[in-house]
């Protein structure tokens, strides 16, 4: 008996054909090390992109509603100030009629 322990993988053979085996078999089990390596660092990535997904939602739901206070703030600003606008044009109209009826009503009555 060989001081190896059992292996239902390995075929039993006697002589150089389980040297070839073993070397075989450590090839492809380095190789499933390797791709069990690439996948856990792909998982981790993809658990960090996730992460980053998430920070970048909650960042936009925030400037969503900056935004939309920004525009309700810049409409009553707007607002207010075409009120000041109506109210300088209408003093301004008032003004000039008065004007006008200081200049008519002395020359009408000369």
């Known amino acids: 008996m060989s001081s190896e322990p059992y292996d239902p993988y390995i ?3 006697q002589g150089q054909g389980q040297g070839q085996g073993n070397s075989r078999t450590q090839q492809i089990q380095a ?3 390797d791709t069990v390596g690439v996948m856990r660092e ?3 990535k993809v658990a960090e992109r996730g ?3 998430d920070s970048l939602q909650n960042k936009t739901d925030d400037l969503a509603t900056s ?3 920004f525009r309700r703030g810049a409409n009553q600003v ?3 100030m075409w009120w000041k606008d109506m109210k300088m044009r209408i003093w ?3 003004g000039i009629i008065v004007l006008l009826a200081i200049i008519i009503i ?3 009555l000369c």
């Open 11 to 13: 075929p039993s053979g």
């Open 67 to 69: 935004a939309q206070s």
């Open 78 to 80: 707007r607002k207010k």
């Open 92 to 94: 301004l109209v008032v």
């Open 51 to 53: 992460e980053g997904l």
């Open 42 to 44: 792909n998982l981790s």
């Open 31 to 33: 190789q499933i090390d």
């Open 106 to 108: 002395p020359a009408g």
